[in-house]
């Protein structure tokens, strides 16, 4: 169960007293000890998410039936507790719960605590919980974010024995004030078996749990991809002290999916993994737990809706898309006009960013994709066949699924929008691309960037083929070669992520592309354009 609820701290203090305890500098004191050894726990980590000048979500797992009680601090002595709340945590959201914290100080470090009280004895409750992310600021304050996406794939899991998923602890050390998971959170079509063959004839040994043994299919099968993940010590870190802006891909339903789509339609060897042939059933399971699992701000008008801004201060918007919920088959991609058969984000997502961006005030808005613009990534891995993004590899003429980015480019520019920038994931290796419209074949924008970057802990492949429709201009690229070949285990130290940083002073955006390693492979700075 999720609420909306933010009360003051004389408010949270009086609600709580009942069923627990408090101390006499405001906090909650330790419960009562006759049932020490049986206490509920905090059994996934800590996380935040969605964080603006003055709010942000926090998130938590129970290990039963409990009430989520949260307290804000400034300060991690939570001497001076702000707010606080509380939310139940039922079977129904397996018991997870989450809320959105308001009113919260601009440009601040904060603090929270979750502990759980437990619903069928509420005299026991849980030890704390500490968690942290910092508030956007007000001003033009200097500010730092990470991106990348892919996440447990193609059967490369945690493996403690090097590291776990060492990108996350990479990530944390740079300190970013937020994290933007671009999709592929999870891998839902992809099971981790107890052990994997490495090219190098060595053998990667994964921590197997029985839901994330299969493809998953049940509602459970899907919680269990996302608790998987949470085994991982450094994911749990990076998740405690960064809030994560986040969406969905392909993989959180499974590979290329597209909502309505055939199951039977697919090459015989992907339909017979699954005993459910319904993909709207699956999908809508895996869209229930990705929303139990993400710390996500709700959206009352579209429940389950994942396209959102965020606003992160006077320097940053960011626009977070989704490229898979209202999509078309797109069939041979030969549309020449705009239909219910090329839709990529849809006619309201599209109507939606278009308004957002030009009511930004932001310095710079940060487009965050699900996939690439401009590269040819195919449909059908089996058979090769078919157009899973928006390139559509004819180099010519937009059609089919580039008619609507055609369109959104073309208002970008005569609506006199500045300065976005596209990030995104997906293909399993990282680049820089530069749109010049004057080597394009479809020529009315500006031209602009978009950076790749991932995977964060999955297989890596690439390189791919760019479209020249946009006028795609390949900068950089680190991707396997011919002699590496394809599906390289992460212990091969190609994952890689993007680091973001906008100096207050002369709002100039700096881009570094890194690795594992956190080693910076090319660094871009890039210019506001003034209005």
Same mark, same amino acid.
């Given at each position: ?19 627990? !305890? ?74 997870? &719960? #989450? ?41 033009? +304050? ?30 944390? =050390?740079? $300190? ?17 078996? &107890? ?18 043994? =299969? ?11 996302? $608790?998987?993940?949470?085994?991982? =010590?450094?994911?749990? !870190? ?38 459910? =042939? ?6 809508? +399971? ?10 996500? +701000? ?35 991609? #030969? ?32 487009? &965050? ?69 004057? #080597? ?83 660094? #871009? ?7």
């Amino acid at each position: 169960m999720h609420r909306r609820i933010v009360t003051s701290r004389r408010r949270f203090l009086q609600t709580s007293t009942a069923t627990v !305890a408090l101390s006499a500098a405001g906090g909650i004191a330790a419960p009562f000890l006759s049932r020490a050894a049986d206490r509920p726990a905090v059994s996934h980590g800590v996380q935040s998410g969605d964080v603006s000048t003055d709010s942000g979500v926090v998130w938590a797992r129970a290990d039963r039936p409990a009430r989520m009680q949260i307290e804000m601090a400034t300060t991690d002595s939570f001497k001076n507790i702000i707010g606080g709340t509380y939310v139940d945590a039922l079977p129904e959201s397996d018991f997870t &719960a #989450k809320a959105l914290m308001e009113n919260l100080p601009a440009g601040q470090d904060m603090f929270y605590r979750i502990r759980f009280q437990d619903l069928a004895a509420p005299t026991i409750s849980g030890e704390p919980v500490v968690g942290r992310f910092r508030t956007a600021p007000s001003d033009k +304050r200097s500010i730092s974010f990470v991106w990348s996406g892919d996440t447990v794939g193609q059967g490369w899991g945690i493996d403690e024995s090097r590291g776990g998923m060492r990108t996350y602890a990479t990530i944390l =050390k740079n $300190k970013p004030d937020l994290f933007i998971h671009n999709g592929d959170n999870i891998y839902a079509d992809g099971p981790i078996e &107890a052990e994997k063959k490495m090219p190098n004839g060595q053998i990667w040994k994964n921590i197997v749990t029985e839901d994330k043994s =299969k493809p998953a299919e049940t509602l459970a099968e899907f919680r269990g991809n996302y $608790k998987y993940n949470m085994l991982d =010590k450094n994911f749990r !870190a990076l998740y405690a002290e960064v809030p994560v802006f986040t969406q969905w891909d392909d993989h959180e339903v499974f590979n290329n999916w597209w909502p309505g789509e055939p199951m039977d339609a697919r090459a015989e060897v992907i339909a017979k993994k699954y005993v459910e =042939k319904n993909d709207l059933i699956i999908a809508a +399971r895996s869209a229930r737990a990705f929303h139990e699992y993400m710390p996500m +701000r709700e959206t009352q008008a579209e429940p389950g809706r994942v396209y959102r801004k965020i606003s992160y201060g006077p320097l940053l918007d960011v626009f977070m898309l989704d490229m898979r919920s209202y999509r078309g088959p797109n069939a041979e991609g #030969k549309d020449a006009s705009y239909g219910p058969n090329s839709y990529f984000m849809g006619p309201q997502q599209m109507a939606w960013l278009k308004r957002e961006l030009l009511n930004s005030r932001a310095t710079w808005k940060v487009i &965050a994709a699900d996939m690439p613009i401009g590269l040819l990534v195919v449909y059908d891995t089996v058979k090769n066949t078919g157009v899973e993004a928006v390139a559509q590899g004819d180099d010519g003429a937009p059609l089919g699924r580039e008619l609507e980015i055609a369109d959104l480019l073309s208002f970008i520019k005569h609506a006199g929008v500045k300065n976005t920038v596209w990030l995104t994931a997906d293909v399993h290796y990282t680049a820089a691309h530069y749109y010049d419209p004057n #080597k394009a074949a479809f020529q009315d924008f500006e031209p602009f960037w978009e950076f790749v970057s991932g995977p964060l802990h999955a297989g890596t492949f690439g390189p791919n083929q760019l479209d020249k429709t946009f006028g795609p201009q390949l900068i950089y690229i680190k991707a396997p070669s011919k002699e590496q070949g394809q599906n390289l285990p992460p212990s091969e130290g190609m994952q890689f992520f993007g680091v973001v940083g906008i100096d207050g002073a002369t709002e100039q955006m700096t881009v570094t592309l890194k690795d594992w390693d956190d080693r910076s492979l090319w660094v #871009k700075t890039l210019d506001p354009v003034r209005s």
